[in-house]
């Protein structure tokens, strides 16, 4: 059959990898992990979508947010900013400030947490994933912004782990494997596009 698949290309030599061709230089090398906001379109509260991203590079390339349809999700407000953040209640305690850090051994210090010495934010809501699909948040970049309506949305799709990350993954379908797939399933790219 003939189909479309996202693989490694080596500049030097203008010719795509396998998969095993790419991983066999041994070499461990860190991933830069980050968290960005993706405001929600129409929010009361201004909150916004809180995804992790170990491949930065790829978000002005972002066409939607994925979620996992069966995991409960939070909207928390921090304390020390008033902003309220959208992401997966198993995973809230891996962002920072999100939980108030434990008093150090001897009683001394402060507990802290996103609001200084507030403690931890503040849980206003619980939804499922499933609740989100279909929202609409604004793009980080402007290079797509003749999608409005057919990207910038929230799906779902089982990917999702509750395993690292915040439950929200950002998906540029030309990057990965599993965006690929989801934005074609979704309707947000075609086949080739």
């Given amino acids: 059959y003939r189909g479309y698949k996202v693989m490694p290309y080596s500049v030097a030599c203008s010719t795509p990898l396998s998969n095993f061709e790419a991983g066999l230089n041994y070499k461990d090398v860190p991933d830069p992990a980050i968290m960005v906001t993706f405001p929600i379109k129409g929010d009361p509260d ?19 947010l994925c979620v996992n349809a069966d995991f409960d999700y939070v909207r928390a407000r921090d304390p020390g900013t008033n902003k309220v953040i959208v992401a997966a209640q198993c995973r809230l305690e891996s962002i920072p400030g999100a939980v108030p850090k434990k008093a150090k051994k001897g009683g001394k210090g402060k507990e802290s947490g996103g609001g200084g010495d507030k403690g931890g934010w503040e849980v206003l809501s619980t939804c499922k994933g499933a609740d989100l699909v279909g929202l609409e948040y604004e793009p980080l970049f402007p290079y797509y912004a003749h999608r409005v ?6 799906v779902a799709d089982g990917y999702v782990t509750a395993d690292a990350g915040t439950g929200v993954v950002h998906c540029a379908p030309a990057f990965g494997e599993d965006d690929n797939r989801v934005c074609y399933e979704q309707k947000i790219v075609d086949k080739g596009e």
Avoid: I, Q
Avoid at 49 to 55: D, G
Avoid at 149 to 154: A, W
């Fill in 46 to 64: 201004r909150a916004e979508l809180l995804a992790w991203t170990t491949t930065p590079w790829t978000l002005p390339s972002n066409l939607c």
């Fill in 149 to 154: 309506g057919k990207s910038f949305r929230v």
